[in-house]
T-cell receptor
Framework: AQTVTQSQPEMSVQEAETVTLSCTYD???????LFWYKQPPSRQMILVIR??????QNATENRFSVNFQKAAKSFSLKISDSQLGDTAMYFC????????????FGKGTRLHILP | EAQVTQNPRYLITVTGKKLTVTCSQN?????MSWYRQDPGLGLRQIYY???????DKGDVPEGYKVSRKEKRNFPLILESPSPNQTSLYFC?????????????FGQGTRLTVV
């Protein structure tokens, strides 16, 4: 079965610090996408960053970057210069280009940015 | 504006009273799905649809029904809601057919069954 595991249920860091959220996944598929979604208190699901498995280069979006280790099936999210608005639940997710296009989510990491 | 619209955003109902949560997208996406979000469990897929008149069960389909009569709409039906269906529900859509981009989510529906 394809799974996504987030081992940190909750984290807290001081504003302006760098924080890394961990994610591992398990699959036998060769073609897939990985995502990080942010869910602020408004509950809206917001895409933070996307990584295509066939690309070796790590994706970057402003202060957000990933460390994609395909062989280790690891996909961590690094937030640099953290801001109070980064306080949210973060979900790691995988999607496979196969018969059902299913998106599988981890259980989430609740991140608190402290002033 | 490209969006997925769910209604209602909040709903309190009583056990056994049928309800429908609507979902509509304006992006001409083939793929639509419903998730429920519960504390400590993340998002779990209830049902999904690859296109009109094509639906299939996700991981937690018991107690739910869906239909896909039009490409833009994918309602979630609870024929006889029970308290264990109290949850936060999300509808999502995306292109399908091997174009595995991210999903676009609705605003969520907070359902309470008493």
């Amino acid at each position: 079965a394809q799974t996504v595991t987030q081992s940190q249920p909750e984290m807290s860091v001081q504003e302006a610090e760098t924080v890394t959220l961990s994610c591992t996944y398990d699959t036998s598929e060769s073609n897939y996408y990985l995502f990080w979604y942010k869910q602020p208190p408004s509950r809206q699901m917001i895409l933070v960053i996307r990584q295509e498995a066939y690309k070796q280069q790590n994706a970057t979006e402003n202060r957000f970057s990933v460390n994609f280790q395909k062989a280790a099936k690891s996909f961590s999210l690094k937030i640099s210069d953290s801001q109070l608005g980064d306080t949210a639940m973060y979900f790691c997710a995988s999607r496979y280009m196969n018969r059902d296009d299913k998106i599988i989510f981890g259980k989430g990491t609740r991140l608190h940015i402290l002033p | 504006e490209a969006q997925v619209t769910q209604n209602p955003r909040y709903l309190i109902t009583v056990t056994g009273k049928k309800l429908t949560v609507t979902c509509s997208q304006n992006m001409n996406h083939e793929y639509m799905s419903w998730y429920r979000q519960d504390p400590g469990l993340g998002l779990r897929q209830i049902y999904y649809s690859m296109n009109v008149e094509v639906t299939d069960k996700g991981d937690v389909p018991e107690g739910y029904k869906v239909s896909r009569k039009e490409k833009r709409n994918f309602p979630l039906i609870l024929e006889s809601p029970s308290p264990n269906q109290t949850s936060l529900y999300f509808c999502a859509s995306s292109p399908a057919g091997g174009v595995a981009t991210e999903a676009f989510f609705g605003q969520g529906t907070r359902l309470t069954v008493v």
